[in-house]
């Protein structure tokens, strides 16, 4: 059964294997059930999922920021030909799907950009808003398992930044090509697990900035642990192998790491993106602590982060993305 937690518009004819009446709206004293507090941070409290960051507010605002960013980023919330796919269809409600959908700023967006199409965003906890737009829902559901939805019901499946929260990734690809319609679209952009360099600068961030390197060396063997791999140069060849889609078209964009861009949106969004990945290393402090590290390693790690991102010019993000349609 889905838990749905938007206080909206009744259910409309959604295409979904059990009955949508199986929807149970969640209740205000229904969310101490998906929380634990752990040093003063709360998580989900889905014990055997692996998903490591907090989802309180301090991380709920870094989620918010890093929406933005990415829209600047690439200068529109989405990429492919979404507006073909979703474009109106005499008597077919259109669908979207936003796996791992967090404080759901991408579904509301869309709503406003497509207000004829239904868009459904799917966490393990409720921390999406419950007024969300008309056509949107909001549900509490682990993407690792099937959804309710009957084959062929989505348009379009968007997966962005779930790469901590998915240890089996061709196997999310199968119940999202399962999902989607023929023609139906498919979208993955994670941000990768370690710094570069932009073009024009240093090549090496080991030389360059070796204790932002360190720290993400430090973060991915945490990350190992739970089998989380860092995956977002790999989602291309996993959509391949799947046979379900056509070939996947990949685009990377740059994310400037502080304000050392000459473009002033670029230093605007750099400004911003540094903050993002100090609340970042904020936000993975107790998952370090989980395997064992000392307060004074975590400080040191998280410390010569800091210092380099701050200092170093020339730093960028890599935002890994990739589309393909359903066959
Ligand atoms: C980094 S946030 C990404 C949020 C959103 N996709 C975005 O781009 O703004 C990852 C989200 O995945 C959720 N999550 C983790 N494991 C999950 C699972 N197995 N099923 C559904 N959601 C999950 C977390 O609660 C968190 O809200």
Redesign the pocket.
């Known amino acids: 059964m889905a838990l749905e937690y938007s206080d909206n518009m009744p259910h409309d004819e959604d295409d979904a294997s059990d009955a949508s009446s199986d929807v149970t709206e969640l209740d205000a004293n229904d969310f101490p059930d998906h929380f634990s507090e752990r040093e003063g941070r709360l998580f989900?409290s889905h014990g055997s999922?692996p998903?490591p960051?907090p989802?309180d507010s301090p991380e709920q605002a870094r989620?918010n920021n890093?929406?933005r960013i990415l829209r600047d980023i690439v200068e529109l919330h989405y990429l492919g030909p979404v507006a073909e796919v979703l474009c109106d269809v005499r008597g077919r409600q259109k669908r979207v799907l936003?796996?791992?959908?967090?404080?759901g700023?991408?579904p509301m967006d869309m709503a406003r950009l497509f207000p004829g199409v239904k868009i459904y965003g799917?966490?393990?906890?409720p921390?999406a808003t419950r007024r969300p737009e008309r056509h949107v829902q909001f549900e509490i559901?682990?993407?690792?398992r099937r959804s309710r939805w009957n084959d062929g019901a989505m348009d379009f499946v968007h997966a962005?930044?779930?790469d901590?929260?998915?240890t089996d990734y061709p196997k999310l690809l199968q119940e999202a090509a399962r999902l989607l319609r023929p023609g139906g679209l498919f979208f993955s952009g994670e941000i990768g697990r370690y710094v570069d360099f932009a073009h024009g600068f240093s090549s090496d961030p080991a030389h360059q900035a070796p204790r932002a390197q360190r720290f993400f060396q430090v973060v991915n063997h945490s990350l190992q642990l739970r089998h989380l791999a860092p995956i977002a140069d790999k989602i291309p060849s996993f959509i391949q192998l799947s046979r379900q889609f056509t070939v996947p078209t990949i685009q990377t964009f740059h994310i400037p790491i502080g304000d050392w861009h000459p473009n002033t949106v670029m230093r605007r969004i750099g400004k911003m993106y540094l903050n993002a990945l100090k609340d970042f290393a904020e936000s993975l402090k107790p998952m370090l602590r989980e395997t064992g590290m000392t307060q004074h390693d975590i400080d040191n790690y998280v410390n010569g982060f800091i210092h380099d991102i701050e200092h170093v010019r020339g730093l960028v993000g890599v935002y890994h993305t990739a589309w393909a349609r359903k066959l």
Do not use: K, N
Request: charged share 15%.
């Open positions: 989900h999922l998903y960051l989802v989620l890093l929406h936003d796996l791992c959908t967090g404080t700023s991408w799917l966490d393990i906890v921390i559901h682990d993407v690792t962005r930044s779930i901590l929260a998915v």
